[in-house]
């Protein structure tokens, strides 16, 4: 599983655009979904974009990192604010190792 994160800023919102935003915002809080969800700061100009975005089949793809980037832009641009991409960060939760408390290794 990735976990990508978008760093951005808002162009040009309309009158719906900004009501469906502070209802997300307010709605998810800072979850990483398929889908994708928005925090953003109160006057709708800077936002988080956290998507989550399943592998690729295995050997499909050469860079998975990059697809993964891709298919969260995707999503981000699916939900149709306009926008300005700042940065993007993508984790491979695979790689990810968990340390436990308590263990003695």
Known sequence: MFRVTVRGTFTELDGTSRAALRTASEGFG????????????????????????PPPP???????EAWAAQRATEALEAHGHPHRVLRLAVTDMRG??????????
């Open 96 to 105: 990810i190792r968990i340390r436990r408390k308590g263990r003695s290794r």
């Open 58 to 64: 295995e050997g499909e793809v050469a860079d998975e």
């Open 30 to 53: 800072a979850s990483f979904t398929e889908a994708g969800t928005f925090t953003c700061d109160s006057s709708l100009s800077a936002f988080t974009f956290r998507c989550q975005v």
